[in-house]
């Protein structure tokens, strides 16, 4: 059997959350941190991908006539626009720097 080994980058904010759960005491080094956080964020996403799963599902088990809409066409990816304009703004502010 052969170890695969990987490496990640991480920002300076990154390392320093990491850090600052070691010195928490939650985590024994940034490494089991690293992983820790990680494991956590996977579990969460899968959750939300549970949940979401099954709200689809039990909408579509609803007749046609039933459903309502979501929210007004025009505006219905105005927050995902508003997150990918300010994505966007911080990562060239952070270019500039």
């Keep these: 059997m052969t170890a695969h080994k ?10 320093a959350f990491a850090r600052e759960l070691v010195e928490a005491g939650e985590y024994p080094n940034v490494s089991a ?6 494991a956590r964020a996977k579990a969460a996403r899968e959750r939300e991908l549970q949940m979401l799963e099954a709200e689809v599902q039990r909408r579509l088990a609803w007749p046609a006539d039933q459903w309502e809409p979501v929210a007004v066409v025009e505006t219905f990816t105005s927050y995902a626009r508003e997150y990918l304009v300010r994505l966007k703004s911080a990562k060239e502010s952070r270019a500039k720097s």
């Design 33 to 38: 941190a690293v992983s820790g956080e990680m």
């Design 6 to 15: 990987q490496s990640v980058s991480f920002t300076n904010a990154d390392f």
